[in-house]
């Protein structure tokens, strides 16, 4: 079954804590992003990839820190430095021809006790 | 990017066709229309997308007008399933790379039994 898989669906963090979502692909995509979404908000990027050992920043990169060692993995650490990290976190890939399709994965609640 | 513009909300009764507009006066000539779709606490879906005519597949059909200032979606026989929000993105490239999706609030749209 090919696409995007995001693990865990739901985490639960202490506050000072840093923590690591996973973001996997298969669909030997070039690109692959991070988004986060607050309650009854669209999607704001924090990093994207365009290829393998570079990332740059997106809107909301403040707190986030991300690594780009393989093509299909592109995770995304929360670190303690982020304010609210309490989100849904989405990740998507695409590839980099005029006219590719994001798509997206099915997400990872993040809740920060 | 160009900025959209959607309706917040619009009903629908099931089994009729669902048209969702969206406004994009500032669209310039390279930048794609795509429209995804996100049921609560799940990835946003890929709808479909186009760039100048009009295009159709299982899912929907998209209708962009002459001017390319605006477009409808258009679900031919909506379900209770398709109760979800709707965004609509118009997408550019630069600097040879894909840059990610600036999503707006959306439409919710709400299928009536």
């Known amino acids: 079954d090919g696409g995007i898989t995001q693990s865990p669906k739901y985490l639960f963090r202490k506050e000072g804590q840093n923590v690591t979502l996973s973001c996997e692909q298969n669909?030997?995509?070039?690109?692959m992003y991070w988004y986060r979404q607050d309650p009854g908000q669209g999607l704001r990027l924090i990093y994207y990839?365009?290829?393998?050992?570079?990332?740059q920043k997106g809107d909301i990169a403040e707190g986030y820190s991300v690594s780009r060692e393989k093509k299909e993995s592109f995770p995304l650490t929360v670190t303690s430095a982020q304010k609210n990290p309490t989100a849904f976190y989405l990740c998507?890939?695409?590839?980099?021809?005029?006219?590719?399709?994001?798509?997206f994965g099915p997400g990872t609640r993040l809740t920060v006790l | 990017d160009a900025k959209t513009t959607q309706p917040t909300s619009m009903d629908c009764a099931e089994g009729r066709a669902a048209n969702l507009p969206c406004n994009h006066s500032?669209?310039?000539?390279?930048?794609?229309v795509y429209w995804y779709r996100q049921i609560h606490s799940q990835g946003p879906q890929y709808i479909i997308h186009?760039?100048?005519n009009n295009e159709t597949n299982e899912m929907a059909s998209l209708i962009i007008t002459e001017d390319r200032k605006s477009s409808t979606l258009i679900l031919p026989h909506a379900t209770l399933r398709d109760t979800a929000v709707y965004y609509c993105?118009?997408?550019?490239?630069?600097?040879?790379?894909?840059?990610?999706?600036?999503f707006g609030k959306g439409t919710h749209l709400i299928i009536q039994p």
């Open positions: 998507a890939s695409t590839g980099l021809a005029y006219g590719d399709t994001q798509y």
């Open positions: 669909l030997n995509h070039d690109a």
């Open positions: 990839s365009q290829i393998v050992n570079d990332f």
């Open positions: 500032t669209i310039s000539g390279n930048e794609y």
């Open positions: 186009g760039l100048k």
């Open positions: 993105i118009v997408r550019g490239y630069s600097g040879g790379g894909a840059d990610g999706l600036t």
